[in-house]
């Protein structure tokens, strides 16, 4: 007899090496070759908010391609934060006078980076629940 913990093994297996893999790979880039990197830092430091233990938990529970679209949000997120972060840190930095007070020359230093990775984890933690939504239905029609 089999409970939602214990079928699908294989691809339970293949999903959370793949998101070991990925996140790993990721964590230690970001703690040698990438650690004078804003977000590759600020991210490693904070260890992802944890949100590998959101891609692993939805793995045991049997949702793989939200898993899948976890760990990719947060690959794509990190890059994106990171150069999306940069090009807007050089906008605002550009408007710094001599004139600016020490409390707007940190407001327009700021990176955002760290808000953009979020957002895009979250936009596909949102994409992968629609699709294992639609792809459940299908199967239940099939």
């Not at 953009?116 to 239905?137: R, S």
């Amino acid at each position: 007899m089999t409970n939602i913990f214990t079928r699908n093994l294989k691809n339970k297996a293949a999903a959370l090496i793949i998101g070991v893999v990925v996140f790993g790979v990721l964590y230690l880039l970001s703690r040698t070759v990438l650690e004078s990197v804003y977000l590759f830092e600020w991210t490693s430091r904070n260890l992802y908010c944890y949100v590998w233990v959101l891609a692993a938990a939805l793995i045991v529970f049997d949702k793989l391609i939200v898993s899948y679209s976890v760990t990719l949000g947060n690959l794509l997120g990190v890059v994106i934060g990171q150069y999306l972060g940069d090009f807007i840190k050089a906008q605002r930095v550009k408007e710094i006078t001599p004139e600016t007070t020490p409390d707007m020359v940190h407001e327009l230093s700021m990176h955002y980076g760290a808000g953009i990775w979020a957002i895009t984890v979250l936009a596909c933690l949102a994409v992968g629940i629609t699709v294992q939504i639609i792809t459940n239905k299908r199967r239940k029609r099939a």
